[in-house]
């Protein structure tokens, strides 16, 4: 996808872009610069709800013992 920027600085986000992350007028949004890429982030209305169940399935507690097993092998 494609966007040209007008001699205002306005671009136009993508409708399919719009509707998959539910971009609409009034939406805030973040602006990320790495010194190479520049993201766009929708800012939720509810930031807490967006991150409901956002890292299901990750074995979170699995993950954590097993980290701190090896933090306790490298302590010995």
Known sequence: MESVMTKKGQ???PVSLRRRYGITAGTRVVWLD??????LIP???DPVAA???CSKGEELSASLLR?????????N
């Not at 790495?34 to 993201?39: D, R, W, Y």
Request: avoid cysteine.
């Open 11 to 13: 671009v136009v986000i």
């Open 51 to 53: 991150l409901r169940g």
């Open 34 to 39: 790495s010194g190479s890429v520049i993201k």
């Open 67 to 75: 980290d701190r097993e090896e933090d306790r092998a490298r302590e």
């Open 43 to 45: 800012i939720p209305e």
